[in-house]
């Protein structure tokens, strides 16, 4: 069974880019909760969802959409040109 890749990077302007396995996810550094530093944050790589460290924030990779409290605002992701949130 092969390991997982997987690369969290700070970008400049507040964004941090997630890589998995290939695929890549610019999301917004600070959570829309209460600023929670997401580049901290815990990454499921089978569910491409990311995990708020400070109070456990649940947010889609791809869609931004929140799939778990406390946080009910989207997070931030940057848009490719073709609409695609992968760049
Ligand atoms: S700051 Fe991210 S869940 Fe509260």
């Known amino acids: 069974m092969s390991q997982t890749d997987l690369v969290i ?3 400049p302007g507040e964004w941090v880019r997630v890589r998995v396995d290939g695929r890549e996810y610019v999301i917004a550094a600070a959570c829309p909760h209460r600023k929670g ?4 944050g815990y990454v ?3 569910k491409l969802q990311i995990t708020c460290p400070l109070h456990g924030s ?3 990779l791809a869609t931004g959409c929140p ?4 946080g009910t605002d989207p997070l931030p992701v940057r ?3 073709d609409g695609r949130s992968e760049l």
């Open 9 to 11: 990077e700070a970008l």
């Open 37 to 40: 530093r997401l580049i901290h």
């Open 44 to 46: 499921n790589v089978r």
């Open 58 to 60: 649940t947010f889609d």
């Open 67 to 70: 799939v778990a409290g406390p």
């Open 79 to 81: 848009q490719r040109q």
